[in-house]
């Protein structure tokens, strides 16, 4: 497996809390990407990210906010978590932006809005 | 915007029997494609991706995909399912003549039965 860890795992809380998600990676890839996983809506892009600081939105990306201050680290910020925003959360890196370039993904963190 | 369609479900085939997971494209340009495979409680694993060339693509665990311009398909085949082949599988594809997004379709459970 590649070298990106996601934490928390699972994580419980209330509607209107903000909640920050880790990615780490050790592979010194220069593309990071969050992605959320919804049953019937397969995966779908919050944000990406091509290097230190910049960071683009994708095609889900209201309510969500992003920071990536170090290669290695890409943070996902929910500023006011909301019950809609209940989801598996998985990072993802590659090394290139070429369109045969594969994903790698993190094993994702079990966000629950109640 | 490009997109592709996972018309079924869930998949059940037994063990020893050939695996088939459909998977439709549209694309305004010509398409990258890919198959990721996904375990219970992990993020997704590549497996195959078709870029140019031989339309019978080969990948890892004995999977193979088919990629049918005309038909704007690319299914996913093995010949002889295993139990382990139990999992959630995801086709996606971009478009080169786009934005570069990897669009993902929703997933087809797989049941392999022993």
């Known amino acids: 497996d590649a070298g990106i860890t996601q934490s928390p795992r699972h994580k419980v809380t209330e509607t209107g809390t903000p909640v920050t998600l880790r990615c780490h990676q050790t592979e010194n890839h220069r593309y990071m990407y969050w992605y959320r996983q919804d049953p019937g809506h397969g995966l779908r892009l919050i944000h990406y990210?091509?290097?230190?600081?910049?960071?683009d939105k994708g095609e889900v990306s209201d309510g969500y906010s992003v920071s990536r201050s170090k290669t290695e680290d890409f943070l996902l910020t929910l500023e006011s978590a909301t019950s809609s925003q209940t989801s598996v959360y998985f990072c993802?890196?590659?090394?290139?932006?070429?369109?045969?370039?594969?994903?790698?993904f993190g094993n994702g963190t079990r966000l629950t809005v109640t | 915007a490009q997109s592709v369609a996972q018309p079924e479900d869930q998949v059940n085939v037994a063990e020893g029997n050939p695996l088939t997971v459909k998977c439709t494209y549209s694309v305004s340009g010509n398409p990258y494609l890919f198959w990721y495979v996904q375990y219970p409680n992990r993020g997704l694993q590549f497996l195959l991706k078709y870029i140019t060339g031989d339309n019978l693509v080969k990948g890892s665990y004995g999977f193979e995909a088919e990629f049918n311009k005309s038909q704007t398909s690319f299914h996913l085949k093995k010949p002889s399912a295993l139990v382990s082949d139990s999992a959630l599988y995801f086709c996606a594809v971009r478009d080169i003549n786009g934005n570069n997004r990897l669009a993902f379709g929703k997933g087809n459970q797989v049941v392999v039965i022993p």
């Open positions: 993802a890196i590659s090394a290139k932006r070429t369109y045969n370039s594969p994903l790698h």
């Open positions: 990210s091509y290097g230190v600081k910049d960071t």
